[in-house]
């Protein structure tokens, strides 16, 4: 019984600290495909009207919201990088700033 905690208690530990850690990290920077949720992602978003979304590198499709997308034309396209919060879901980022890759 002693042994067996001595195996389980580290990696009990080790799985609340990185889960900590996750909840903390959800701030970051991402480079996007900008589209609109619907016209360009509606597969992927499920959206039924248009708004702003985003194509990440790795291909996941997040919905943007947020002030700093007011003048922004996502429906013409292109590539940015986003800055802001992911959700706990993941599936959406309140964008702080957005600008224009060259």
Not at 64 to 85: Q, S
Request: charged share 25%; with cysteine.
């Amino acid at each position: 019984m002693k042994r067996a905690l001595f195996f389980v208690v580290p990696f009990a530990l080790a799985f609340v600290l990185s889960a900590a850690v996750q909840a903390d990290d959800k701030a970051g920077e991402w480079t996007v495909t900008l589209g609109c949720a619907h016209c360009a992602y509606e597969k992927d978003t499920g959206a039924t009207k248009c708004g702003a979304a985003g194509k990440t590198a790795d291909g996941k499709v997040v919905l943007l919201t947020g002030e700093a997308l007011k003048g922004i034309k996502f429906k013409d396209g292109g590539n940015y990088t986003v800055k802001g919060k992911l959700s706990a879901d993941g599936k959406t980022i309140e964008v702080s700033s957005i600008a224009k890759k060259a």
